[in-house]
């Protein structure tokens, strides 16, 4: 008979809130330095001007491949 081992342990990852940001600490500046002014960002598009006329093609698509397949059965089963 096989011998019974103990588990492998799991590797020990260190979570993601301890390791240090690439910007956490701000970089020196000269003693009359201005803070540097962060850009005014644009604000996000809202949902209802995404464009989704790619569902419709989707959509038109699967009906023609459904169509086309329902024919191909009916076609079947008259022939046979």
């Given at each position: 008979?096989?011998?019974r081992?103990p588990?492998r342990?799991?590797?020990?990852?260190d979570?993601?809130?301890?390791l240090p940001r690439?910007?956490?600490?701000p970089?020196?500046q000269?003693?009359g330095?201005?803070?540097?002014?962060i850009?005014?960002q644009?604000?996000?598009e809202h949902?209802?001007?995404?464009?989704y006329r790619?569902v419709?093609?989707?959509?038109?698509?699967?009906?023609v491949?459904?169509?086309?397949t329902l024919?191909?059965?009916l076609?079947a089963?008259?022939?046979a």
């Amino acid at each position: 008979m096989s011998s019974r081992r103990p588990r492998r342990q799991r590797r020990r990852r260190d979570r993601g809130s301890t390791l240090p940001r690439p910007g956490a600490t701000p970089a020196p500046q000269a003693a009359g330095a201005t803070p540097a002014r962060i850009p005014e960002q644009t604000r996000p598009e809202h949902h209802v001007a995404t464009d989704y006329r790619y569902v419709r093609r989707d959509l038109v698509a699967v009906g023609v491949v459904s169509v086309i397949t329902l024919a191909f059965v009916l076609v079947a089963a008259v022939i046979a």
